[in-house]
């Protein structure tokens, strides 16, 4: 497979990607496309290495980096290295505070008629049922209950726990 894109590096982004691979704190990811386009440089300070063999040194696949070679040959070297923005904004939460605040209400209030305690399925139910959301999952519940430490077998449902004052 013939070579599509040249990586030719200056002395200047020769010296830039070695602080990057060697100096301070980065994304692993970031060190590992700044070690595989030094060992890639064709130009006269590379070692010029093959594809295929940078791939085995730096545990990547060749797709990966005619990739990288085609991002930086295109875009230059900021874009090669780091990770692409995002187009499409992330979820919006569906279930926040206000849910959060009804659930726990639900869960420490009595439990229905007939039940010794509430159940992550029926607190689902009730919350449907309520008309709090058009609809939830009891797993959804079941992640709520556990990120805010209430526990709906506990005789105290509800209460945080106690803890010894540090003695100073």
């Given at each position: ?44 300070y590379g070692p010029k290495w093959f594809v295929e063999k940078v791939a085995e040194a730096v ?65 689902a139910e009730k919350m449907v049922e309520l008309q709090i959301v058009s609809s939830v999952s ?14 709906l077998t506990k005789a105290n449902t509800g209460r945080y726990r106690l803890t010894k004052a540090?003695?100073?």
């Amino acid at each position: 497979m013939a070579p599509r894109y040249k990586v030719t590096l200056t002395k200047e982004e020769r010296k830039e990607l070695e602080a990057i691979s060697s100096k301070g704190k980065r994304a692993a990811r970031t060190v590992l496309y700044a070690r595989a386009l030094l060992l890639l440089d064709a130009g006269e300070y590379g070692p010029k290495w093959f594809v295929e063999k940078v791939a085995e040194a730096v545990g990547m696949t060749a797709r990966s980096l005619e990739h990288l070679k085609k991002r930086f040959v295109e875009e230059g070297l900021a874009v090669a290295i780091e990770r692409k923005e995002r187009l499409t904004p992330p979820r919006e939460i569906q279930f926040g505070g206000e849910f959060e605040a009804h659930l726990i209400a639900l869960a420490c209030s009595e439990a229905p008629e007939g039940r010794s305690r509430w159940t992550v399925r029926l607190l689902a139910e009730k919350m449907v049922e309520l008309q709090i959301v058009s609809s939830v999952s009891p797993m959804t519940v079941c992640n709520t209950l556990k990120k805010i430490n209430l526990s709906l077998t506990k005789a105290n449902t509800g209460r945080y726990r106690l803890t010894k004052a540090q003695v100073l």
